[in-house]
Nanobody
């Protein structure tokens, strides 16, 4: 079982990046899926999540209105469109999938599977 994140890189403040996460080894169509991030010297924090169907989405206040999460269950992929990037968005971003209840979307313990981080750097 593997989650492979990609799409990180360097962007200027106000710019955009799109992160993608591809799942292999099993399907996650019944799983909560989300993105977390961890900046240097800080704890991992919730960014965004989507219910198994994709009908419900959840965002951290810090990214609401700027980031959009979307999943494609037919392709077993999860995307994060990041617009209006700010220097404080600089972090390693991790995709995750879990069998936990959707209401636990912000709790890392609700996720059983994690991808490797992809680094996002936003310059001012």
């Amino acid at each position: 079982v593997q989650l492979q994140a990609s799409g990180g890189g360097l962007a200027q403040a106000g710019g955009s990046l799109r992160l993608s996460c591809a799942a292999s080894g099993r399907t996650f169509t019944s799983h909560l899926m989300g993105w977390f991030r961890q900046a240097l010297g800080k704890e991992r924090e919730f960014v965004a999540a989507t219910s198994w169907s994709g009908d419900s989405t959840y965002y951290a206040d810090s990214v609401k209105g700027r980031f959009t999460i979307a999943r494609d269950n037919s392709e077993n992929t999860l995307d994060l469109q990041m617009n209006g990037l700010k220097p404080e968005d600089t972090a390693a971003y991790y995709c995750a999938a879990g069998a936990g209840y959707a209401w636990r979307y912000g709790d890392p313990r609700a996720y059983n599977y994690w991808g490797q981080g992809t680094l996002v750097t936003v310059s001012s």
